[in-house]
C-alpha cells in the first residue's frame, strides 16, 4: 500500500507538489491560495443557504453513490477559479513526463475547464472505480469532518483498511495509492490525469457532509 499522505500535510498555502504515485503515474497535489479557498467556501455557504434548492442534479453524470451532487451555478464558477485551475493544470502537465512531451511552449491558450460539481458525501455513501473524460480532472477536498486516525479504527483488523480515503487504481494487475484524506488537508486539491481509475471509500465516524468540489480540463478547439 501506498501512502503519500504525510508527505503533503505541510503544504502551504499557495504550493503545489508534484506526486510520484507509482511507475509511470504523476499527479499534483496543492494546497489552495487563500483567495481561492475562500471563493470555494463561499460557493458551499451559498448552497447550503439555499437549502439545496433550485440546483441542477448531476447524479445522472456522476458514478458515486452520493445523493446529493449538484452542478455548480455558472454564476458562482468566477474567472478567478478558471484562471486559477487553467495555471494549476499547465503545472501538471509538465509535472508529468509522459504528458509533458505532447505540449512545446504556454498551454493557458489551449485549455478549457467544464462545468464545475460539488458533492456532499454523507456517511456510509462512496463513489465506486470511474474514471473521467477531458485531459485532466481534478477534486477540491472542501470540508473533510473526520479524523484520518478515527476511520482507519473502524475496520483496524482489515487488510489494506481503506476507510475514507481516495484512492487511485493503477496498472494491470491493479495496484492501490491511496491519499488518506484528513482535516488538515481541507481545501487541498489533487489534479491528474483524466484516464485514471479512482475511488472514495466511504466514512463512518461523522455525520457532518464530506464536501468536495470536481471538474474536468479540456484541449479546446482552436480551429
Known sequence: M????????????????????????????GNLPENIAKEFDNIDEHIRETEFNNLTSFNSR???????????????????????????????????????????????????????????????????????????????????????????????????NMTSAFNFILGDPPRKAPIFVNKKMQNYICIFPSYLNHCVYPFYTSDDYRVSFAGNIFLRNNK
Open 2 to 29: 501506498l501512502d503519500n499522505t504525510n508527505f503533503l500535510l505541510d503544504i502551504k498555502p499557495g504550493e503545489v507538489r508534484p506526486l510520484h504515485i507509482g511507475s509511470n503515474y504523476y499527479v499534483t497535489v
Open 62 to 160: 456522476l458514478a458515486g453513490h452520493i445523493k446529493k451532487e449538484f452542478a455548480v451555478p455558472k454564476q458562482l464558477q468566477s474567472d478567478n477559479i478558471n484562471n486559477f485551475l487553467i495555471w494549476l493544470a499547465g503545472v501538471a502537465i509538465s509535472n508529468d513526463e509522459s504528458m509533458s512531451t505532447y505540449f512545446s511552449g504556454p498551454t493557458d491558450k489551449l485549455l478549457g475547464v467544464d462545468q464545475l460539481w460539488i458533492n456532499y458525501m454523507s456517511k456510509h455513501e462512496f463513489n465506486p472505480i470511474h474514471s473521467h473524460s477531458g485531459l485532466l480532472s481534478f477534486v477540491i477536498w472542501n470540508k473533510i469532518p473526520f479524523d484520518i486516525e478515527e476511520e482507519l479504527k473502524v475496520f483496524p483488523d482489515v487488510r489494506d
